[in-house]
């Protein structure tokens, strides 16, 4: 027997029939089909107050889109969030559609022309991620007449303790350089482009209260750094985000309020050059991730060798995450359920796996569960985020699972 992750509260407390947003989870398929994938932006909305009645009123919430980019789940998130900060055009044109250009940022490697061009069009604003992504712009917006509006994306000399993804404190493809920031904000100033500050991302998925609020003090006083040393105060100081979900047994919520508390008195007590800058933390998973849960049905039970093994109509081609393979060095478990048995004595050991011809399509290895039948559903928690955009959908060539957002159309 495996450990799995602990069920998000929302659901943990339920007996009987899975429900999401009220709605039963065989109501939900029968309506859908299997598999599918149901956010409750209920849940969002919890997370965002929550958010707000911790942190300074000075800190402004931005929704990072590529965690969970569904249409309509952008859509249930932007009136919840100050901004939006996306990574490609793609993700764009979806912001824009829900959201003013002034409220949505563009981060990301690699931005193309045509995509710098649409950013500098509709009026968001850059986050550049090189000398020469700012020169583009900057020409860009020449020929176009605009004046571009510009951030700076940092490689900060710091890391995020603890964090399951480390951006920061080495070469990086992401953002400048921290000692070459300033004479960059130099020459954007200089270059005519509306300077928009500064962003500083230095990890993902961190749960340890303590590690976030060292790296954000840290992230603070390097961009007053930054400040003082370009002669620029930056209008916007994005100090990344990085809260984390329990995904695994062991994990624990992070501590949100106590993050609040620390950077209040960090903020009251921050540089001069920092004075009228407006602050932002963006997050996606801890917004949108235990919104989400991946229904899957069980098309076959079978035994091999002395093992129980439930094969489900999706897999990781859907929830590559909750298999192991995005970002992980140690596969562990997920939190899952039998949808229709919330609450019962799990009495068998069973490895969940999905119907790719692959060992490494597994959604729960070795995990306790009530016995399940063929037919009924196996619930994935934690599939809000980094599920169906993160996941090869395309690998052998199985039907797209539908995504519903509770309560949109
Ligand atoms: C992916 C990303 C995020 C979101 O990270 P989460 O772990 O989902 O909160 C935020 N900022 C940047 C720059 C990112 O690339």
């Known amino acids: ?49 929550r958010f707000r009645a911790a942190m300074p009123a000075a800190v402004d919430l931005h929704y990072a889109v590529k965690a ?37 940022s563009f981060a990301g490697p690699g931005k193309r022309d045509s995509e710098l061009a649409a950013a500098i069009a509709a009026g968001a604003t850059l986050n550049v991620e090189s000398e020469g992504e700012a020169r583009r712009a900057i020409a860009i917006g020449e020929l176009a007449g605009i004046a571009p509006r510009l951030a700076v994306r940092v490689n900060p000399d710091l890391e995020l ?32 482009a509306v300077w928009r500050g500064f962003h500083i991302f230095a990890g993902s998925q961190a749960l340890d209260a303590d590690a976030l609020t ?48 620390a950077l209040a008195e ?5 540089a001069g050059v920092l004075a009228d800058s407006a602050f932002a933390i963006e997050l996606g998973r801890w917004l949108v991730a235990e919104a989400g849960v991946y229904l899957t049905r069980v098309v076959d039970r079978k035994e091999s060798r ?38 019962a004595e799990a009495t068998e050991e069973a490895s969940v796996v999905g119907c790719l011809c692959t060992p490494l399509d597994r959604l729960g290895d070795k995990v306790m569960l009530p016995r399940a039948q063929e037919g009924e559903a196996i619930a994935v928690f934690l599939a809000g985020a980094y599920g169906l ?6 690998f052998l060539g199985h039907p797209a699972p539908a995504e519903v957002v509770a309560g949109a159309g």
């Open 68 to 104: 969970n980019p569904f249409p309509p789940m952008i859509a249930a998130v932007a009136p919840l969030v100050h901004g939006l900060d996306v990574a490609s055009a793609g993700e764009l044109a979806k912001a824009l559609a829900v959201k003013p250009a002034a409220a949505i």
């Open 389 to 394: 955009s993160a996941s090869p959908a395309g």
């Open 266 to 270: 960090r903020l009251a007590a921050r």
């Open 214 to 261: 060292e790296t954000q003090a840290a992230t603070l006083a390097l961009a007053a750094r930054l400040a003082d040393e370009s002669g620029h105060a930056p209008p916007l100081v994005n100090l990344g985000g990085g809260f984390g979900v329990p995904y695994f047994s062991g994990d624990t919520a992070v501590d949100v309020e106590r993050i609040g508390a």
């Open 306 to 343: 002395g093992e129980t093994f439930l094969v489900v109509d999706g897999g990781l081609h859907h929830q590559l995450a909750a298999s192991g393979n995005f970002g992980t060095v140690v596969r562990r478990n997920y939190p899952l359920a039998v949808a229709g048995r919330m609450g």
């Open 161 to 192: 303790r603890g964090s399951g993804m480390k951006m920061g404190g080495r070469a990086s493809p992401f953002g400048v350089d921290a000692e070459r920031v300033p004479a960059l904000v130099k020459a954007i100033v200089a270059g005519g």
């Open 1 to 49: 027997m495996k450990p799995m992750g602990p069920i998000p509260p929302e659901f943990a407390g339920q007996a009987g029939m899975l429900t999401i947003a009220g709605t039963r989870a065989d109501d939900w398929l029968a309506r859908h089909g299997s598999p599918l994938f149901v956010y409750d932006p209920a849940i969002v909305a919890a997370r965002v107050a």
